[in-house]
């Protein structure tokens, strides 16, 4: 993998994942804003997509508002009588983001932003992103030119929770490593695993 593919790779994960926490509640809107402005240079889509683009606008208009290590810096009288317009600003955010979220995770989930693809002659294999909460996730997905699914990879058995993080063109194969520490070989014609090996 590249520098620019490893970046590519990571300023995605960062923008879905963060997309997922928002939803879920475990990141605020803003803070989440936060992440996806600096990932969106790297990420190797349009810097304003549709979706991305309100995020510009949250982290414009929030960016004097103190959140995570910066609150470190305030008096504590100070972050109480500012609690009022964070609260305010955060539900506007709230508002505005939430379906921009839903779409993200939607494009990432269905393929149509990959978090990775390997070309090969005939087909492409994509590493799709992995849904929060999902126990195991066969997402590893080689499609044909005109879209239809030629193989999906099958993830090692007995592993517990798990998903694919990375593949790479290794031969004719697709090198694959998994969360659970596995790198399995799978033939890109066929999706048979040839080998496999523990590697964490």
């Known amino acids: 993998m590249t520098i620019a593919e490893s970046e590519t790779m990571v300023a995605r994960l960062m923008i879905f994942e963060a997309a997922q926490d928002m939803l879920a509640g475990k990141l605020s809107y803003i803070e989440g804003a936060r992440k996806i402005c600096p990932a969106r240079f790297s990420w190797g889509l349009d810097e304003l997509d549709a979706d991305v683009r309100c ?10 508002l103190p959140f995570g290590k910066l609150r470190e810096y305030w008096q504590a009288a100070a972050l109480e009588a500012l609690q009022p317009e964070i609260g305010r600003k955060e539900a506007w955010a709230r508002k505005l983001a939430e379906p921009h979220c839903r779409n993200l995770i939607q494009r990432f989930l269905s393929g149509l932003i990959e978090i990775k693809s390997v070309e090969l002659p005939d087909c492409q294999v994509v590493l799709l992103a992995r849904a929060n909460g999902d126990y195991r996730t066969d997402n590893l997905v080689c499609f044909n030119s005109d879209g239809s699914v030629r193989w999906r990879a099958a993830l090692p058995s007995d592993t517990g929770p798990d998903s694919f993080v990375d593949a790479a063109l290794d031969g004719n194969n697709i090198r694959a490593n998994t969360w659970s520490g596995w790198a399995i070989w799978f033939d890109g014609v066929t999706g048979a695993a040839n080998k496999s090996e523990f590697v964490k």
């Not at 995020?55 to 004097?64: H, L, M, P, Y």
């Open 55 to 64: 995020f510009v606008g949250i982290d414009s208009e929030t960016e004097a």
